[in-house]
């Protein structure tokens, strides 16, 4: 674990933070994408090592917390159904849909079961041919690989009783939404380390072209996202816009062509809707017709998610929040009526989101 302790070596942290108040001269909005970039933020309190005239926007970049509504809904309709086992990952079955959560629907009788990968649901399927099991499979393009396998495994093995309700999103459109927002206060992006290591980072130079914008993509430890604000700020401070590596012992420019070829083999781009963006342009994935078969929303003939009607609890304002026009705390809701153990939004259920982070550590450093 000697690489941890690089990366949250204490002397290299207040260099960068050193480092960072030479180089700013004017008031900078930059916005993390990730959740686990922000949890680490958060964490280790790094806003109150920066220059006053640095602001950090938390962006909307939690699978979980930007998987909409109405995908939420026909899961939990899916498992309700009695011949239907569904699957998902852990942090799924506790965000809150319009008429409940998965958690409530297993108390109602579903079948619903946890697992860690697309994989594991494969495997019940598997073990169970008389039942159709459905994988309510979320995520960036981090998570999609791994769908893709299994849905291609299902093929090979003529497993007909396995289907994927899925939910993949995909981050460069949205970051593009993000830039171009006409009200946008973003000047610079740190992008997500993981997910540029599946897919690369070539969608990012024209996007920091078109939109006069740096982007730097991340690792997750203090050390990096210093690094990369440093290396986003005297971008800024030079007039530039161009795209940076910082975390370059995990991100090559292609990515991993193995896993960015899976993808293309089993999902086509679509336009599909991000809890608090709305729909984006080319930011989902859906399964390509020639495997329609093991698509579950084709299956069952589900509603298209952007034509689904489906609206947040009115107290809730995660969609601010995700949008990075309101941090969690500015919530009335926040640490009230909204716990970890009562949600009312995903951000607060999901291990990577934003008011999740909040709840855990900044009330803990204000208690402190």
């Not at 093995?157 to 460069?172: I, M, Q, S, T």
């Not at 995990?250 to 781009?269: K, M």
């Amino acid at each position: 674990m000697r690489w941890v302790e690089e990366f949250r070596d204490p002397r290299a942290i207040r260099a960068l933070a050193d480092a960072l108040a030479a180089a700013t001269t004017r008031p900078w909005t930059i916005m993390e994408v990730c959740g686990g970039q922000t949890h680490t933020i958060v964490r280790w309190s790094l806003p109150d090592l920066l220059p006053p005239a640095i602001e950090l926007i938390h962006g909307p970049g939690c699978p979980v917390c930007v998987t909409p509504i109405a995908a939420v809904d026909q899961a939990r309709a899916l498992a309700l159904r009695g011949d239907v086992t569904l699957a998902t990952f852990g942090d799924m079955v506790r965000v809150p849909g319009s008429a409940g959560d998965l958690l409530s629907a297993r108390a109602e009788g579903a079948d619903v079961r946890v697992v860690s990968s697309p994989l594991d649901a494969l495997a019940l399927a598997r073990a169970r041919r008389d039942r159709t099991l459905v994988m309510f499979a979320v995520g960036f393009e981090t998570t999609a690989p791994a769908t893709a396998a299994a849905i291609e495994l299902a093929a090979r093995e003529g497993l007909d009783n396995f289907a994927v309700l899925a939910a993949h999103v995909r981050v460069p459109p949205a970051a593009a939404m993000i830039l171009g927002d006409p009200a946008r206060r973003v000047q610079g992006l740190l992008a997500a380390g993981h997910v540029c290591a599946v897919v690369g980072t070539e969608e990012y130079p024209a996007l920091c072209e078109r939109f006069a914008a740096p982007i730097v993509v991340t690792g997750f430890e203090p050390v990096d996202l210093l690094a990369g604000l440093l290396a986003c700020v005297r971008q800024l401070e030079a007039g530039r816009a161009e795209l940076e590596i910082q975390y370059r012992r995990a991100v090559r420019p292609e990515g991993n062509p193995a896993a960015r070829a899976a993808i293309a083999r089993v999902f086509a781009v679509a336009d599909a809707p991000w809890r608090g963006l709305g729909v984006v342009a080319g930011g989902g994935l859906r399964i390509r017709d020639a495997l329609a078969r093991f698509d579950a929303a084709r299956r069952f003939d589900l509603a298209p998610l952007a034509a689904a009607a489906a609206a947040e609890d009115a107290r809730c304002r995660a969609s601010a929040v995700l949008r990075g026009l309101l941090r969690p705390p500015q919530c009335p809701e926040f640490a009230a009526g909204c716990t970890p153990e009562r949600p009312l939004g995903a951000p607060m259920v999901s291990s990577e989101g934003a008011c999740a982070a909040y709840y855990r550590y900044a009330r803990r450093h204000e208690s402190a």
